[in-house]
């Protein structure tokens, strides 16, 4: 069965960091475009980075630039969401979507949680106390 699946996500104290995967089982992320979505508890679902297939274009929520840092290992199938100097409002679950995107971009949109995606991760939970 092919799916995403994330990883690394856990309880951390303000100013901290923790390295988030999301790694494909089943198929190759290749040709595949992936986006980092988060819920934080009592709001909407927020698409916060996104990587393009080449892994030569990123794009970033304002809330998070600067501090998260996106990157892919076609090698490995996996995707990372570096997170850097965690606040407490980075306390959410968060999840990861590929789409197939063949064409080499160099740039992604950052897209809204009702966009068409291939894949969809089941989430990791982060947790950011003071």
């Known amino acids: 069965q092919s799916q995403l699946v994330e990883s690394g996500g856990g309880l951390v104290h303000t100013g901290e960091s923790l390295r988030l995967s999301c790694a494909s089982s089943?198929?190759?992320?290749?040709?595949?475009?992936i986006n980092w979505f988060r819920q934080a508890p009592g709001k909407e679902r927020e698409a916060i980075s996104c990587i393009t297939s080449s892994g030569e274009g990123t794009n970033y929520a304002d809330s998070i630039k600067g501090r998260f840092t996106i990157s892919k290992d076609d090698a490995k199938s996996t995707v990372y969401l570096q997170m850097n100097s965690l606040k407490s409002e980075d306390t959410a679950d968060y999840y990861c979507t590929a789409v197939r995107s063949p064409l080499i971009r160099r740039s992604c949109i950052l897209p809204s949680w009702d966009s068409f995606m291939d894949y969809r991760g089941q989430g990791t939970q982060v947790t950011v106390s003071p």
């Open positions: 089943g198929f190759k992320l290749d040709y595949y475009s």
